[in-house]
C-alpha cells in the first residue's frame, strides 16, 4: 500500500532532523508536493532552526513564514526563535520578536517571557530587564525563579548593586528560595 504523504509526515522529518538544511529543504518541498505548511510544519522549522546556529537563517524563514499570508506559528514557533535570538545574544532581535506577539493575538507565557529575559540580561539592558519583570503581573503572568534569576544576573553584569539587590528582596518576598547563584550574583554586582 502507498504512503500519501501529508504535513504531519513533513513536521515529524523537519521535527527530528538534526540537520537544517535537510530540515529547509523539506519544508520547501511541501508546497511543490501539495502540502501546505500547517502551524505545526511552521513551528517544526523554527524549532530546527533555533537547535543550530545561525540567527540570520532564523530571520530568513521568519520572514518567509511572515510574506506568505497562508503560514502561520503560535507561541511555541515563536518562542523558539526568541530562544534562538537569546543564545546568538541577539537581545533586540528577541525583544522586539516579544513585542510583536501580542500584536498576533498571542498571549504572553512564562516561559516565553522568561526566554527574552534572559536575552535582555546578556545583552546587558538592565532597564529592559527591569521592565520586563515589572510588567509581568500586568500580563497575569506571575514571576518564578528564572525570572528574578534573569534579572539578578543582569543588574550583576553592569555593577547595579542597588537593582540586585531590590530584586533579591523581591524574590524573597515572594516566599521562593533564593539560591547560592542568586546571592552570589547580588555580592558580585557589588
Same mark, same amino acid.
Given at each position: 500500500?502507498?504512503?500519501?504523504?501529508?504535513?504531519?509526515?513533513?513536521?515529524?522529518?523537519?521535527?527530528?532532523?538534526?540537520?537544517?538544511?535537510?530540515?529547509?529543504?523539506?519544508?520547501?518541498?511541501?508546497?511543490?508536493m501539495g502540502i501546505s505548511?500547517?502551524?505545526?510544519?511552521?513551528?517544526?522549522?523554527?524549532?530546527?532552526?533555533?537547535?543550530?546556529?545561525?540567527?540570520?537563517?532564523?530571520?530568513?524563514?521568519?520572514?518567509?513564514?511572515?510574506?506568505?499570508?497562508?503560514?502561520?506559528?503560535?507561541?511555541?514557533? $515563536?518562542?523558539?526563535? !526568541?530562544? *534562538?535570538?537569546? @543564545?546568538?545574544?541577539? &537581545?533586540?532581535? =528577541?525583544?522586539?520578536? #516579544?513585542?510583536? +506577539?501580542?500584536?498576533?493575538?498571542?498571549?504572553?507565557?512564562?516561559?516565553?517571557?522568561?526566554?527574552?529575559?534572559?536575552?535582555?540580561?546578556?545583552?546587558?539592558?538592565?532597564?529592559?530587564?527591569?521592565?520586563?519583570?515589572?510588567?509581568?503581573?500586568?500580563?497575569?503572568?506571575?514571576?518564578?525563579?528564572?525570572? $528574578?534569576?534573569?534579572? !539578578?544576573? *543582569?543588574?550583576? @553584569?553592569?555593577?547595579? &548593586?542597588?537593582? =540586585?539587590?531590590?530584586? #533579591?528582596?523581591? +524574590?524573597?518576598?515572594?516566599?521562593?528560595?533564593?539560591?547560592?547563584?542568586?546571592?552570589?550574583?547580588?555580592?558580585?554586582?557589588?
Amino acid at each position: 500500500a502507498e504512503v500519501k504523504v501529508d504535513a504531519f509526515h513533513c513536521a515529524a522529518v523537519i521535527a527530528s532532523s538534526s540537520r537544517w538544511p535537510l530540515a529547509i529543504s523539506v519544508f520547501r518541498a511541501m508546497q511543490s508536493m501539495g502540502i501546505s505548511p500547517d502551524r505545526v510544519t511552521c513551528n517544526a522549522a523554527v524549532h530546527a532552526r533555533s537547535r543550530c546556529s545561525g540567527w540570520m537563517d532564523m530571520l530568513e524563514l521568519l520572514g518567509h513564514i511572515d510574506e506568505d499570508k497562508r503560514l502561520e506559528m503560535d507561541l511555541v514557533g $515563536y518562542g523558539a526563535a !526568541i530562544s *534562538a535570538y537569546d @543564545k546568538a545574544a541577539r &537581545w533586540l532581535l =528577541a525583544f522586539s520578536m #516579544l513585542h510583536k +506577539l501580542p500584536e498576533l493575538s498571542l498571549r504572553l507565557d512564562l516561559i516565553t517571557l522568561n526566554t527574552a529575559l534572559n536575552a535582555c540580561g546578556r545583552g546587558r539592558k538592565w532597564q529592559l530587564t527591569q521592565a520586563l519583570l515589572g510588567s509581568m503581573s500586568a500580563l497575569w503572568v506571575l514571576p518564578d525563579i528564572f525570572s $528574578y534569576s534573569s534579572s !539578578i544576573t *543582569a543588574f550583576e @553584569k553592569i555593577g547595579q &548593586w542597588q537593582a =540586585a539587590c531590590t530584586f #533579591l528582596s523581591a +524574590l524573597a518576598r515572594s516566599k521562593m528560595q533564593a539560591q547560592s547563584v542568586h546571592l552570589n550574583a547580588a555580592i558580585s554586582a557589588c
